[in-house]
């Protein structure tokens, strides 16, 4: 099993971002920070990357639940996208699988949290 779900786009970047926005609400998640990388590598080491986002992700029902579960649950959560330019034309979405992301905890009553999250994250991944 893979730690993280993906889908390669013909969108723009800036288009990509939007969407996967868009469609993360549709599944009942915010988006709690964005985190520019591009930008960030850049101003702390002046280095050049492509364009590459960071959400991070967080439904506050399931991530309530996972809490009660599991109190140091927050170390893993909540669930970052990646947004990344390939090419002009080209753009990855990326997502932590978290069926893979909880197992790490080994705490069985996750499980069905974690199913829950995995099918709404391929939802958004598998609708761009």
């Known amino acids: 099993m893979n730690y993280y779900l993906s889908k390669k786009v013909s969108y723009s ?21 964005e985190l520019d990388m591009k930008s960030l590598l850049k101003e702390k080491i002046d280095v050049d990357i492509e364009k590459y ?3 991070g992700a967080c439904n506050p029902h399931f991530g309530y639940k996972a809490l009660q579960t599991e109190p140091n649950i927050g ?5 970052n996208v990646v947004i990344r330019k390939i090419s002009d034309n080209e753009t990855e979405v990326s997502t932590i699988n978290p069926v893979k992301q909880m197992s790490i905890v080994e705490n069985t009553d996750l499980e069905e949290i ?8 391929s939802n958004v991944i598998s609708r761009l």
């Open 75 to 79: 170390t893993v959560i909540p669930c």
């Open 13 to 33: 970047f800036d288009e990509t971002v939007l969407k996967t926005k868009e469609l993360l609400k549709v599944v009942g998640f915010g988006v709690l920070y």
């Open 114 to 121: 974690a199913n829950e999250i995995f099918s709404r994250l």
């Open 53 to 55: 986002f960071i959400l």
